[in-house]
């Protein structure tokens, strides 16, 4: 699956962005963890259920925070040539999408609050069938990208 | 119409008059919420006063006939080089302006209402949005060739002529579509469409269902699942009622105990006889005709659809033989486009029922020339094969392991069937799945016990994606998915674990542009 064409990657700042947004959900799923262990004490409720949350808390928390994090980054690649977008991603299932230029209907990015404070973008391409996007640009990156294909899609202008 | 016309300047058009029962029917469904809440406040209220309850009846008949009229008076369209405008609304105007060059497909229907009066529904699709860009209610037949013709003519010299022609056309419109209405309809239509068609028109082609295999296609057709759902949410609804009444005991007083094989059985062929029928209803009379370069599918008893495609919007051709119709190599050819699909998402549009496998090539040399069937094909590599199996035979097996210690009497056993057959299927499926690249068009084959094949044009590949899971990787396999526009949804066809070498060889294939 190696290919020496897809040289960018995203930018080391997802990484951070991405960690924040897992804290955040760690911090979602520990308040819900302290809640049900009040209410397990209160009512009597058996102790494993709060243990058990408490458990997959962890897990999911060392996952968003930690793992996906960086295979996300890791296995993120792409390349925009004259021809074609090129993106490979996927952690389990390792993804290699090729989209025409020609085919791209319009590009838009845009950016959610996390992402905003990073300063980062999220670029998005739509053809005929469907959308695909690179998750995490620099907003400098990002409208460079957005303006290369604005123009190269002109430039191939062709009928759907 | 004549009195329609009026006023209405500037080759603007309105609706035939009948289309106001449409509009009376839509302004009903939108008016029964201020109802609902007329009647509560009135009717169910201690001492009804009827004087009020009538007044109200009258003023709601009133207001929902006087804005049915006024969202039919201002609902206007225009011709005009090649392009569709429809303005509509009565507090807000909108103005929706459809390009012929965007035009993916032309329907027309005529239904029960419609035909007394020689009238069709239009509906004018492109290839954004869920919905038909322009509904024109009901219109004169003639006026729906007219609209076609704009609209789906894409020879540049036709383009230019366009405004002239309209013009000329535009003063025995009127009188044509009054003739029309005294002489009857569908007489007329024939006629019509002769003297609307000029002679740089031919039909190229025309293809007519026999009645033999009209009635093959609708006993194999699959419709008989959607039935039975629809059968079990009624009787669900049914059953809260029946619970009232001591009906299944009745019933195995009358059948014996063993009543529900038989209501199974009766059930089942009640299904199979609805879905027969309602097929033999919408394919009947079902005609493809290649006029120009546009395919024209007629079809239906009751409700007679027409659906008009532009050769060059066809994104693809999918050849299905399902289960039953295979072991008679009896073929249902369709057509993958942008605006015309089966109705349901990710279905692909109808374009002829039933092609005998010896004919199929002379059929769509005929109809679609661009699009040809591959005489051979790269199987998949018999490494393929574990992958296939592995998964779905492991679930099913784990399942049987279960029903094994779930059940008694040792009838668990019974339930290794189940891996049995999948792994049955599965093998199937591996022997179907395949590809064959030619000059300009890909085809894909795929399917388990129905066998189905998708030609695809290159260049109407929207994007492509060659995926690899980690046991994919390890034996060298990976999955070549491609994309295809139809509609809102999209469509995908896969090649599922190719060898990983084969599948980025196709990849670069496809990527490849001659004459760039």
């Known amino acids: ?160 | 119409m004549k009195k329609s016309e009026e006023g209405v300047q500037g080759g603007k058009h309105r609706l035939h008059p009948v289309s106001l029962v449409f509009f009376i029917a839509k302004t009903a469904k939108d008016l029964v919420y201020p109802l609902i809440a007329f009647l509560v406040s009135t009717v169910f209220r201690d001492g009804v006063n009827w004087l009020w309850v009538a007044g109200g009846a009258g003023l709601f008949l009133l207001l929902l006939f006087l804005l049915a009229w006024l969202n039919w008076y201002r609902f206007v369209y225009v011709i005009d080089r090649g392009s569709l405008l429809v303005e509509h609304g009565i507090w807000v105007r909108k103005k929706v302006w459809i390009s012929g060059d965007r035009v993916q497909s032309v329907d027309s229907t005529a239904g029960l209402l419609h035909r007394p009066f020689g009238l069709v529904k239009l509906q004018v699709e492109t290839a954004g949005g869920k919905k038909p860009e322009a509904i024109l209610t009901a219109i004169p037949i003639a006026e729906a060739e007219r609209i076609r013709l704009a609209l789906t003519s894409r020879k540049p010299g036709v383009i230019t002529e366009e405004p002239s022609m309209d013009l000329a056309m535009e003063p025995n419109s009127g009188q044509e579509n009054q003739g029309e209405q005294a002489a009857g309809s569908l007489t007329v239509h024939g006629n019509a469409s002769a003297a609307r068609v000029p002679a740089e028109e031919p039909i190229k082609a025309k293809a007519i269902l026999p009645m033999k295999d009209l009635l093959i296609y609708s006993s194999t057709s699959g419709q008989i699942g959607i039935v039975l759902a629809l059968l079990g949410t009624g009787f669900s609804q049914l059953d809260n009622i029946l619970k009232n009444f001591n009906v299944w005991e009745e019933l195995e007083h009358y059948l014996g105990a063993t009543w529900y094989v038989w209501g199974a059985i009766i059930v089942l062929i009640l299904a199979w006889l609805f879905a027969f029928l309602g097929t033999v209803l919408t394919e009947y009379g079902f005609t493809l005709k290649l006029e120009d370069d546009k395919l024209i599918i007629e079809r239906g008893l009751l409700e007679r659809k027409q659906v008009t495609i532009s050769l060059d919007r066809i994104q693809a051709i999918h050849l299905v033989e399902n289960a039953l119709r295979r072991p008679f190599g009896l073929v249902s050819v369709r057509v993958v486009t942008a605006g015309y699909s089966g109705g349901k998402e990710g279905q692909t549009g109808l374009m002829f029922p039933i092609v005998r496998a010896v004919e199929l090539e002379g059929f769509l040399q005929q109809f679609a020339p661009k699009f040809s069937v591959p005489a051979d094909w790269t199987p998949l590599e018999p490494r393929a094969l574990r992958s296939y199996l592995f998964i779905p035979v492991l679930i099913t097996a784990a399942m049987a392991i279960l029903a094994m210690v779930l059940i008694p009497y040792r009838l668990g056993w019974i339930a290794w069937i189940l891996p049995l057959v999948t792994a049955c299927w599965c093998w199937l499926s591996f022997k179907q799945a395949g590809w064959s690249t030619g000059d300009r068009q890909i085809a894909i084959r795929y399917g388990g016990l129905s066998r189905q094949r998708a030609l695809i044009p290159r260049q109407r590949i929207q994007w492509h994606e060659v995926t690899q899971s980690p046991i994919q990787a390890r034996r060298e396999l990976a999955t070549l998915r491609v994309a295809l526009t139809s509609g809102a949804a999209r469509s995908l066809f896969s090649v599922r674990h190719a060898s990983a070498s084969a599948a980025h060889h196709l990849s670069t294939w496809i990527s490849t542009r001659k004459g760039k």
């Open chain 1, 1 to 160: 699956m190696e290919n020496e064409r897809l040289t960018r990657r995203i930018d080391e700042k997802a990484l951070r962005a991405w960690r924040l947004s897992g804290w955040i959900s760690t911090g979602v799923y520990a308040v819900i963890t302290v809640a049900l262990l009040v209410v397990t004490l209160k009512f009597d409720w058996p102790i494993w259920i709060p243990v058990l949350v408490f458990i997959l808390a962890c897990i999911g928390a060392y996952l968003e925070v930690n793992l996906m994090p960086r295979l996300r980054y890791k296995q993120w690649r792409y390349a925009i040539t004259e021809h074609e977008i090129e993106l490979q991603h996927g952690i389990y299932f390792r993804k290699r999408t090729l989209i025409p230029m020609i085919r791209v209907q319009h590009v838009d990015s845009k950016q959610g609050p996390i992402l905003r404070a990073f300063g980062l973008a999220t670029v998005t391409f739509s053809t005929a069938a469907g959308s695909h996007e690179i998750p995490a640009l620099t907003e400098g990156r990002a409208d460079e990208v957005r303006r290369q294909i604005a123009q190269l899609a002109r430039l191939s202008d062709e009928e759907i």
